[in-house]
């Protein structure tokens, strides 16, 4: 399997392995294959769903922004999981995906088993905040299709959220960002002009809707994302929180087997425990 056309947006999808669905989603910038290892040890245990988000990888765009957005994504992916016949499923979702999985998680509840969330957020409460970064969001769409791609990613990996990362090896730095320049530069403007903090329905009101058991996992050096964390956590019913000390924004790719026993542990619990 590779491609689904959804409501005329076509969707790079990839499944592997048997057992429960796992769906994952990456973040910004990434594509489905930035799982990388993970998506094959967790393989062995599960039946993994494997999407590039729209304006990412091989999956489309549409000119109407609100189709690139985290709202229809989320409708589009429970499209998805029922075409597969993977309803419910366990949903693992990295920063831009998490949003969409806690998105998914409000809107289609039936469609999730368990939900594991890494350095989320539910979006940005005040109408101010939301149109500032929204400014924000649309001057760096503006400047990567004016620079092109290799000079918004190389610019991308120096912001202070991503400073823990330099402690990657250089060959997995390296394979993050080949696959970071693989990515389509109208492609991953669409992406922050429709599904940015600023552009989607904030969700701190709905939290309280979630029905599935949920983990939410965050790094403690990235202190706004792990206040955005906390604050997610606080607002799903019975969610866990879980902070990894001396980590970033991306605890899976700076501890990725620490993040793996903490996703697989949750994961594979026994609902009657």
Known sequence: MSGLVIDGLRWEVRARGTGDPLLLLHGFTGRGTAWGTH????????????VDLPG???TGIRADLTRNGVERTAD???????????VPANVLGYSLGARVALRLAVAHPDVIA??????????????GERSSRRRADAALAEALERDGIETFV??????????????????QAARIHRLRLRNDAAGLAAS??????GAMEPLHGRLSAVRAPTLVIAGALDLVGRARAEAVA??????????????????????????????LGFLQEDPAA
């Open 56 to 58: 990412h990888g091989r």
């Open 39 to 50: 998506t094959a040890i967790f393989a062995q245990s599960f039946r993994t769903i494997v």
């Open 154 to 171: 190389n610019e991308w990996e120096r912001q202070p959220i991503f400073a823990s990362r330099a402690a990657l090896s250089p060959r």
């Open 76 to 86: 589009d992916l429970a499209s998805i999981l029922a075409r597969l016949n993977a």
């Open 114 to 127: 368990r939900l594991v969330l890494e350095s989320p957020s539910a979006g940005l409460a005040s109408a």
């Open 234 to 263: 606080a607002g799903v019913p019975g969610a866990r929180l879980a902070i990894l000390d001396g980590v970033g924004h991306t605890p899976h790719e700076e501890r990725p087997l620490r993040f793996r026993r903490l996703a």
């Open 192 to 197: 922050l002009r429709a599904a940015g903090q």
